[in-house]
């Protein structure tokens, strides 16, 4: 997963990738270092394959203080996906690749989930520059998302 630099207000590219390693245990490396990993022991069968792929954004919303409003917590930039790329969060040329780096299955079909549209939305869309591609995001509590 590639985070554009923009994200953080400089000129670096943020790499995020998923491995499998020698002990069959899913590495998390961030910048080309190893910063977690899942161990396949915790998992009855290992690793031997996945079943679904998801992705998106998400936040915490625990409706603290005296009114019991929504989190003002933004998701992406806190840019509704309606304002398209340049504004809102996106992720594309979503699919899942070999180690190659090739297209191994595109996905034609995607489920989606937003459980508070007035606070945060989504759009799924594709084009032959993008692949598969999504807006996403949102402002958090604002006057329509009380």
């Known amino acids: 997963m590639k985070v554009q630099p923009s994200l953080f207000g400089d000129q670096l590219t943020r790499f995020f990738f998923f491995t499998t390693n020698e002990h069959g245990n899913w590495d998390l490396w961030f910048n080309r270092i190893r910063i977690g990993f899942w161990p396949s022991g915790n998992y009855r069968?290992?690793?031997?394959?996945?079943?679904?792929a998801k992705w998106g954004g998400e936040i915490m919303n625990l409706r603290t203080g005296t009114g019991r409003r929504h989190t003002s917590t933004q998701m992406g930039s806190g840019h509704f996906s309606g304002e398209g790329r340049g504004r809102a969060a996106y992720i594309k040329n979503m699919g899942i690749f070999n180690e190659d780096d090739e297209l191994y299955y595109d996905p034609d079909e995607m489920d989606t989930l937003v459980t508070n549209p007035m606070c945060y939305d989504l759009s799924m869309l594709e084009d032959s520059h993008n692949g598969h591609y999504m807006t996403l995001g949102g402002p958090g509590y604002n006057q329509r998302c009380p």
């Open 45 to 52: 069968d290992g690793f031997p394959d996945a079943n679904k």
